[in-house]
């Protein structure tokens, strides 16, 4: 996929101890309409390969909270990754 079908510039913030660097981070988000985790929106997010997004990664976009689920470096290629997430919502 080229670089100007990541549309999306989001922020990635880690539970961890460390930052991660770069926070920005240009992908692209897709509704997994098909795919709802325990009642939580989810997402398909597939950007460049950032080494230090795991599953402790958020991505934050307009106001969202995703936690990403599953990591996959494309063919281990190191080049792209696609990554699924759901949405954390806010106690109530």
Known sequence: MGIGAYRHRVLLQT??????????WYCSLQSAA???VEGQAAFFVRGQFHPGITLDT????????????SVNDIDER???????????????
């Open 58 to 69: 958020q991505i934050l976009h307009e106001g969202r909270v995703l936690q990403v689920q």
């Open 34 to 36: 098909a795919s709802v």
């Open 78 to 92: 190191h080049l792209e990754l696609l990554l699924s997430a759901v949405e954390v919502r806010g106690r109530e």
């Open 15 to 24: 539970t961890g101890a460390s930052p991660l660097v770069p926070a920005a």
